[in-house]
């Protein structure tokens, strides 16, 4: 069990969408959360928010598309003390056909989506280490599961994510170490990053932010390695048993190679 009160808590992306609905709730649980974001005053409006719950929160300007901030920021909070739970959840997409994409933004995706994970698991993974107890929580999505068009970058960065969290798991399980990973896959869900997009499929509804939230917080409490929500997206490892052409003729029925139409995104 990895238990949220009085544990110091570290969410990326936490101005806006399932970053502050987690740490909210977490905060709600007891948890010392220390939110980073490049979104100013979406951080001054969480911490305000905690705040009024009676809770205490640290909030910090870090931009993840750089390594030496990200590692100034990680010496300043590991100098108060390690952290127990660190949630990698800050991400951007572009929606943007394959052709059409700027190098600035494929290189932003896979420096926010992927590689910041990397910085900050280095940074706060020895700690967890040497105390043998902490949790890596890697928020991917189902796009880390099945490719889609008009997602080529988020889609390459989010299998990247996907195979980051498996990677990790199987390195600290090697080591017998107790530290624990979780990685949570979900479908679209309304929190405006996806703006645009709507449902295609009835077993693929956009999900409610609070769901996804809830859910994710459940699978950290119980050391749960995986969450794949909505359960249909399960069927995708079952899908990839059948022939490539199979599972590409049931993707392009089923319309997710159609999810990114009407896309405008948060702007
Ligand atoms: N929403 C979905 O449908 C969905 C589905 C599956 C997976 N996910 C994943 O879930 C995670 C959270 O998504 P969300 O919908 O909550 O997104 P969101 O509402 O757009 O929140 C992402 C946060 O990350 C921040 N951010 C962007 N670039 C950053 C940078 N360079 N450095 C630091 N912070 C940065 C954003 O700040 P600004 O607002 O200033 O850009 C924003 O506050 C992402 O990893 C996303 O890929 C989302």
């Known amino acids: 069990m990895t238990t949220i009160s009085g544990s110091r808590i570290l969410i990326t992306g936490a101005a806006s969408g399932f970053g ?8 709600q649980k007891g948890g010392q959360l220390i939110l980073w974001d490049i979104n100013k005053e979406g951080l001054d409006a969480v911490k305000k928010e905690i705040e009024t719950q009676g809770n205490k929160v640290v909030t910090m300007i870090c931009n993840l598309r750089n390594r030496e901030e990200i590692n100034k920021c990680a010496n300043e909070i590991l100098e108060t003390g390690p952290v127990d ?11 943007q056909s394959f052709l059409d994409l700027t190098p600035d933004q494929i290189e932003s995706t896979f420096e926010i989506n992927t590689l910041a994970h990397f910085w900050t698991v280095q ?5 967890m280490i040497k105390q043998n107890k902490g949790h890596v929580v890697t928020i991917a999505s189902s796009a880390g599961l099945v490719g889609t068009s008009k997602l080529v970058d988020y889609c390459s960065s989010k299998f990247a994510a996907v195979g980051f969290d498996e990677a990790l798991r199987a390195e600290l399980r090697g080591m017998k170490s107790k530290v624990r990973t979780s990685v949570i896959c979900p ?3 309304s929190t405006g990053m996806f703006s645009g997009v709507k449902k295609r499929f009835f077993l693929l509804p956009v999900l409610k932010p609070e769901k996804v939230v809830r859910k994710t917080i459940k699978v950290i409490e119980k050391n749960r390695r995986r969450l794949l929500i909505p359960k249909f997206v399960y069927a995708s490892y079952i899908c990839r048993l059948l022939p490539v052409w199979f599972f590409d003729w049931i993707g392009d029925t089923l319309g997710v ?3 990114m139409e009407g896309f405008v995104g948060r702007n």
Do not use: D
């Not at 502050?20 to 905060?27: G, R």
């Not at 739970?85 to 929606?95: E, F, H, K």
């Not at 940074?123 to 700690?127: N, R, T």
């Open 123 to 127: 940074a706060f993974l020895p700690e």
């Open 257 to 259: 190679n159609k999810t």
């Open 85 to 95: 739970i660190l949630v990698n959840n800050a991400g951007i997409v572009s929606g």
């Open 20 to 27: 502050k609905l987690m740490a909210l709730q977490m905060a």
């Open 187 to 189: 479908f679209v869900a």
